[in-house]
Nanobody, 124 residues
Framework: QVQLVESGGGLVQAGDSLRLSCAASGRAFSSYHMGWFRQAPGKEREFVAT????????YYTDSVKGRFTISRDNAKYTVYLQMNSLKPEDTAVYYC?????????????????WGQGTQVTVSS
């Protein structure tokens, strides 16, 4: 069984930065692709960023390109999401997720394990 625990969320002002962390336990973390997703009130969960198991490939949704950076430290079983220049529309609960098997993906349904989420609120 895999456990994912997010941290680092909070209330910030527009233009500020936050770094989210997701600590994994229970499996060989370095063998799995990781993703960050978010869900705003009344909306579906949406893809934010993904990183391959080596860390050599990353992909972002258009709305965060140039502002967010996903990274991972396999020795620490942790994936990060550095969020800069935050906007009110970034307000959401942010979830990390782990995907087994070949290939990275932006699809919510393809991820096998999920964390409990961390709230990010950006005020204008």
């Amino acid at each position: 069984q895999v456990q994912l625990v997010e941290s680092g969320g909070g209330l910030v002002q527009a233009g500020d930065s936050l770094r989210l962390s997701c600590a994994a336990s229970g499996r060989a973390f370095s063998s799995y692709h990781m993703g960050w997703f978010r869900q705003a009130p009344g909306k579906e969960r949406e893809f934010v960023a993904t990183i391959s198991w080596t860390g050599g490939f990353t992909y972002y949704t258009d709305s965060v390109k140039g502002r967010f950076t996903i990274s991972r430290d396999n020795a620490k079983y942790t994936v990060y999401l550095q969020m800069n220049s935050l906007k009110p529309e970034d307000t959401a609960v942010y979830y990390c997720a782990l995907k087994g098997g070949a290939g990275v993906t932006t699809s919510v349904s393809r991820y096998d394990y999920w964390g409990q989420g961390t709230q990010v609120t950006v005020s204008s």
